[in-house]
C-alpha cells in the first residue's frame, strides 16, 4: 500500500534550508469517545542537521484530559521499506524489536513507545491517496510552503495500546487515516478537519485543510484543499482561487462553508467536547513557533447540498471528527504539554 505522497522529503533537504515533516496516524473507537492521535515528526533549522519526535496523544473522554507524550531525539533515519524512524540513542536502529523509546511508521504499520505509552498498529484499505493540492505542479514549486497529502485516508486499524496503569486497548477495525506534510514554513493560521463514523453513511469521509498565509504583511483569506467521498465518489473541495470559504473558529470547535466541484456545498459544525483538547507547540524552521489545539474525538455534523438534489442530506457523527487548530495567539486557554520542540 505504497503512495507517492509518503516518501520522505527530509533525506534530500539541502543543509542550509529549513523544513518540516510529519508523517501521523489517527484512529477513533467506532462505539466511545476513544482515539490515538500519533505523529512522527522532523524539524531542520536552516544550516543544521535535523531532528526527529514522535508525539503520542491518547484521547479517552470518559478520563478527562488527553494522555500526551514526546520523545525528541538525533536518532532520526528511514529504515528499510518504511517512512521513518525516530529512537533514541541505542534503541536498534528503530528497528521493530528495539524496546527503548521511539518509533517507526511504514507503509501498513507502526509501531512504537513513548513515555508512558506503546502501541503496535496495523491498518488496511482501498481507498487511493488524497492529494489535497490537486495540481501536481503545486508540489514542486515554492509556494505553496505547506504541502500535505493523505496516503490513506480512511483505513481500518488494529492492534494494541498500551498505557501504563491501565488495561492494554484493543484496536479492532477502527476507522481511521495516515496523513504526510512537509514544508519550509507553517501556514500563519490553519485548521485540518478529519471526519468518519457517521451514523447514515458509515463510508462517507471529510478529509480538508485550510490555511491562511501573511502575503506582503497582509493575514490572506482562508483557502480551502481536501474532499468528501459520499457513497463511493469522491468530490474534491476548494482549491486556489475558489471561492465561498467562510469559517468561523474557536478552540472549542468551528463552522466551515466550502464550495465543492460541480456546484457541490458542503457546512460543516464541530464540537470539542469539554476538557477534550490537547493543546502542542509547533515549532518554526525560521525560529518561530504555532500552538496547535487538537481533538481527535470531535462531534461533526454536516450539511451537503448536492447538485440536482432538492433537499441537503445531514450527517452525524458522534466522536469522528479529528478538528486541529493552528495559531499564533496564546490566550486561547487550552494547556500546553510541556515539551520543546524545534
Known amino acids: 500500500m505504497s503512495a507517492k505522497g509518503a516518501s520522505p522529503i527530509f533525506p534530500r533537504a539541502p543543509v542550509r534550508a529549513g523544513m518540516y515533516e510529519s508523517f501521523y496516524l489517527r484512529a477513533v473507537a467506532p462505539d466511545e469517545p476513544l482515539g490515538a492521535w500519533i505523529r512522527h515528526t522532523v524539524h531542520k533549522r536552516p544550516g543544521q542537521r535535523p531532528r526527529g519526535s514522535v508525539w503520542c496523544t491518547l484521547f479517552d473522554a470518559s478520563q478527562g484530559p488527553p494522555l500526551m507524550h514526546k520523545l ?102 477502527w476507522p481511521g487515516m495516515v496523513g504526510h506534510n512537509w514544508g519550509s514554513e507553517h501556514a500563519e493560521r490553519w485548521i485540518w478537519l478529519h471526519a468518519l463514523g457517521f451514523a447514515q453513511a458509515p463510508e462517507t469521509w471529510l478529509d480538508v485543510a485550510l490555511g491562511r498565509v501573511k502575503l506582503a504583511g497582509v493575514l490572506s483569506p482562508w483557502v480551502a484543499n481536501g474532499a468528501l467521498s459520499l457513497g463511493g465518489r469522491r468530490h474534491r473541495l476548494g482549491g486556489l482561487g475558489a471561492r465561498g470559504v467562510r469559517v468561523q473558529e474557536t478552540v472549542a470547535g468551528c463552522v466551515l462553508r466550502v464550495a465543492g466541484e460541480r456546484g457541490l456545498a458542503l457546512e460543516a459544525h464541530v464540537s470539542v467536547p469539554s476538557g477534550t483538547a490537547a493543546g502542542w507547540r509547533y515549532a518554526d524552521p525560521d525560529g518561530g513557533g504555532h500552538d496547535v489545539v487538537n481533538c481527535s474525538v470531535a462531534a461533526v455534523e454536516l450539511e451537503i447540498r448536492l447538485p440536482g438534489e432538492a433537499a441537503a442530506r445531514t450527517l452525524s457523527s458522534a466522536h469522528g471528527g479529528a478538528y486541529e487548530l493552528g495559531m499564533r495567539e496564546r490566550d486561547h486557554g487550552v494547556p500546553i504539554a510541556p515539551f520543546p520542540d524545534g
Open 72 to 173: 525528541t531525539t538525533d536518532g532520526l533515519q528511514v529504515p528499510a521499506g518504511g517512512w521513518i524512524a525516530v529512537t533514541d540513542a541505542g534503541a536498534g536502529g528503530g528497528t521493530p524489536e528495539a524496546r527503548e523509546e521511539g518509533a517507526w511508521m511504514a507503509p501498513g504499520r507502526a509501531q512504537g513507545r513513548c513515555g508512558p505509552a506503546s502501541w503496535n498498529l496495523s491498518w488496511s484499505s482501498q481507498e487511493p491517496e488524497l492529494r489535497h493540492l490537486g495540481r501536481e505542479l503545486l508540489y514542486r514549486s515554492p509556494v505553496p510552503r505547506t504541502k500535505l497529502t493523505s496516503p490513506t485516508p480512511r483505513a481500518s486499524f488494529s492492534g494494541t495500546i498500551e498505557v501504563e496503569g491501565r488495561n492494554p486497548i484493543e484496536v479492532r477495525n
